[in-house]
């Protein structure tokens, strides 16, 4: 078995040729078993009572229910997939191999059950990978599938990020959000992705809420009014200096006027 230092130093560029997938698919296997059993140690360790949201406690499953299918996808692609694929695969694997450690973690500390399965539907894009034929049949299942759900946990991580009340799930949120970013370009510049089947993007057409008067008094109206005077007359001054100093610097450069009187002997 690889020690925690060789675990550590492996590369995250996976070997293009094929026949290789093999021996580096049973080191996967052994590297995920480790990250599990790191993150049952650390849920053991920092498990605590601290409140968790209703939210917060999706986010938690979103990246737990995504690694829980993401990781057998790229062992797929491993063994499925174009050298490309497979490239884009072994680090979406190995993203959320650290990640899965993260989710467990937090979830221990937060006390907030994540789950153990994927969900009904990630089994079904597991089995439509399986059935698809090694090269770019799978190329694309695997491309379009992956990119379409991470587009989708993209816009939930980004909303549960934005309104967390919780230090610890808001960094968690980040560090998520910028592996679901990196995974989307990579999947992307395997050229398979077919962008109109993709969902369109719901964008609110709401108006943004009017913020309450200012109410201001007479006197700090007056203070405005001042401030405002004072820096547009300091404005208008340097402008006018501005202007000043390049009509001078263009009258310098102007070549001396030669008179055309008589000479003198």
Do not use: C
């Amino acid at each position: 078995m690889l020690s925690a230092s060789e675990l550590a130093g492996l590369e995250l560029t996976p070997p293009s040729p094929l026949r290789r997938s093999r021996p580096l698919v049973r080191v996967l296997f052994v590297l995920i078993a480790v990250l599990t059993l790191l993150a049952s140690a650390a849920a053991t360790s920092t498990a605590q009572t601290t409140a968790v949201s209703d939210t917060d406690a999706v986010l938690l499953t979103k990246v737990r229910q995504a690694g829980l299918w993401e990781m057998p996808s790229g062992m797929m692609a491993m063994q499925k997939g174009s050298p490309k694929v497979q490239a884009v695969g072994f680090a979406i694997m190995m993203d959320h191999g650290r990640l899965d450690v993260a989710t467990r973690a937090l979830s221990a500390k937060l006390n907030s059950p994540v789950p153990d399965q994927p969900s009904e539907e990630q089994r079904g894009w597991l089995a439509e990978e399986m059935a698809a034929a090694p090269g770019p049949a799978f190329d694309s299942v695997f491309a379009n599938r992956l990119r379409a759900a991470h587009g989708q946990v993209f816009a939930i991580l980004a909303q549960l990020r934005a309104g967390t009340r919780n230090d610890d799930v808001r960094a968690f949120a980040t560090v998520g959000n910028q592996a679901v970013m990196r995974h989307m370009t990579m999947l992307e510049s395997t050229g398979m992705v077919d962008y109109t089947a993709l969902p369109t993007p719901a964008v609110s057409t709401t108006a943004a809420p009017v913020g309450a008067p200012l109410g201001l008094d007479p006197s700090q109206i007056a203070v405005v009014a001042a401030l405002f005077l004072l820096v547009g007359g300091g404005l208008f001054y340097v402008l006018r200096q501005i202007k000043g100093n390049r009509g001078r610097a263009r009258a310098s450069r102007r070549p001396a006027t030669v008179r055309t009187g008589g000479t003198h002997g």
